[in-house]
C-alpha cells in the first residue's frame, strides 16, 4: 500500500504523463489516417489522463463531491471509448448501432444516478478507496461489465486474425486500463495506481512496438 502522500502524489504525476503521451499519440495516428476506432481510442486515452488528473488533485488533499462525482463519471467513460473503439473494427452497422444506443442510455443513467446520490468522501490515505450508493455501483458495473466483454472478444478476435503477437500487450493493456477505475473498492486500495501505471507501459509497449513493426514492414515492401 501506498505508505505517503508523496508517493501517492509521484506515482499518479507519473502515470498521467505516460498516459498523456500516448493520447497525443493516438491522437497524431487519427489525424493522419482518419480511422474511427482511434478516434474512441484517443478519446479514452484522454479521458484516462483526466481521471488521473483528478487522482492527483485527490493525492494533494483536494476534493469535493463534485470532483469525486466526475471522477466516477469520467471512469465509466473511458471505458466505454474504448469499447467503443474496438467496435468500429466490427463492419456490422447491426452489431455496432444496438451498442451506441446502450451506450447513451447507460451513460444518462449514470449521470443522473451520481446527481441523485450522496457520495461522501471515499478518499482514504489520499487514494480513491470507500463504499459507494447501490445505484451508482450498479450503473457503473453495467457499463464496465458490457465494455469488458467487448473488449476482450473483439480483441480475441483481431490477434487470431493478424497473428501480431504485439497485439497480446495491447489486449493485457486495454483490459487492465479498462477495470482499473473499478479497483478502489477492494481491500488494497493502492493496486488501483499499480494497476494504471502496468496497463499503460503495456499500451505503450503495444503501440509503440506496433508502429515500429509497420514500418520494418513497409520498408522492406518498398524494398522489393
Do not use: D
Not at 463531491?65 to 473503439?85: C, Q
Not at 487492465?176 to 499503460?200: C, N, R, T, W
Amino acid at each position: 500500500m501506498f505508505a505517503t502522500q508523496a508517493v501517492v502524489e509521484v506515482s499518479t504525476i507519473i502515470i498521467f504523463l505516460l498516459s498523456a503521451v500516448l493520447a497525443v499519440y493516438l491522437t497524431r495516428n487519427y489525424l493522419r489516417i482518419k480511422a474511427r476506432s482511434l478516434i474512441f481510442w484517443s478519446a479514452g486515452l484522454w479521458l484516462f489522463a483526466l481521471g488521473v488528473i483528478l487522482e492527483i488533485l485527490f493525492a494533494f488533499g483536494i476534493y469535493s463531491e463534485f470532483l469525486i462525482a466526475t471522477y466516477l463519471f469520467v471512469v465509466a467513460l473511458l471505458v466505454n471509448s474504448l469499447a467503443l473503439g474496438s467496435m468500429e473494427l466490427l463492419k456490422s452497422r447491426k452489431l455496432k448501432w444496438p451498442y451506441y444506443i446502450f451506450s447513451i442510455a447507460a451513460e444518462t443513467a449514470l449521470l443522473y444516478s451520481l446527481v441523485v446520490s450522496n457520495i461522501g468522501n471515499i478518499i482514504s490515505t489520499y487514494v480513491v478507496w470507500g463504499i459507494l450508493p447501490l445505484l451508482v455501483v450498479t450503473m457503473s458495473s453495467i457499463i464496465t461489465f458490457v465494455a469488458a466483454i467487448i473488449l476482450v472478444v473483439i480483441a480475441v478476435m483481431t490477434y487470431l486474425r493478424t497473428k501480431n503477437k504485439k497485439m497480446l500487450s495491447i489486449i493485457a493493456g486495454v483490459i487492465i486500463v479498462s477495470v482499473a477505475g473499478s479497483l478502489y473498492i477492494v481491500q488494497f486500495p493502492a493496486f488501483l495506481y499499480y494497476s494504471e501505471f502496468i496497463g499503460i507501459v503495456l499500451l505503450w509497449f503495444g503501440f509503440f512496438s506496433f508502429k515500429s513493426s509497420k514500418q520494418k514492414a513497409s520498408a522492406n515492401k518498398s524494398s522489393r
